[in-house]
C-alpha cells in the first residue's frame, strides 16, 4: 500500500518559480528506489522532467536544463522540483515517480499552469 502524494503546484506568472514535492508513505524505504517527475500537457505524451536514481545521480530533459532542480529526502520518503524560470510551455499536469527494478508506483498528480 504505498501512496505518493503531490503537492506545490498553481498558478504562476512566466518568469516565477515553483517547488513541488511529492511524499511518499506506506511500505517503501526511499534509499533503494530511483525516483522522478514526470509531465503531461494537454495534448501530448507524458514525459521525464527530472530524474535522480538511489544514489543522487540525476538527470533532466533538454527544455528544463539549468531552470529545474530535483532532490530527495530519503528520511522523509520525498522527492521534490524547484522550478524556476517557468515558461507557458511548461504548464502540464507533473507526476511524481519511485521505481525499484520493476516495482512502480505513481502519484496523482499536481498542476503547474504558467501564465499571466
Known amino acids: 500500500q504505498v501512496q505518493l502524494v503531490e503537492s506545490g503546484g498553481g498558478l504562476v506568472q512566466p518568469g516565477g518559480s515553483l517547488r513541488l514535492s511529492c511524499a511518499a508513505s506506506?511500505?517503501?524505504?526511499?534509499?533503494?528506489?530511483?525516483m522522478g517527475w514526470y509531465r503531461q500537457a494537454p495534448g501530448k505524451q507524458r514525459e521525464l522532467v527530472a530524474g535522480?536514481?538511489?544514489?543522487?545521480?540525476?538527470n533532466y530533459a533538454d527544455s528544463v536544463k539549468g531552470r529545474f532542480t530535483i532532490s530527495r529526502d530519503n528520511a522523509k520518503n520525498t522527492v521534490y522540483l524547484r522550478m524556476n524560470s517557468l515558461k507557458p510551455e511548461d504548464t502540464a499536469v507533473y507526476y511524481c515517480?519511485?521505481?525499484?527494478?520493476?516495482?512502480?508506483?505513481w502519484g496523482k498528480g499536481t498542476l503547474v499552469t504558467v501564465s499571466s
Open positions: 515517480n519511485v521505481r525499484r527494478w520493476s516495482m512502480a508506483y
Open positions: 506506506g511500505n517503501i524505504n526511499s534509499i533503494y528506489y530511483d
Open positions: 535522480i536514481a538511489s544514489d543522487y545521480s540525476t
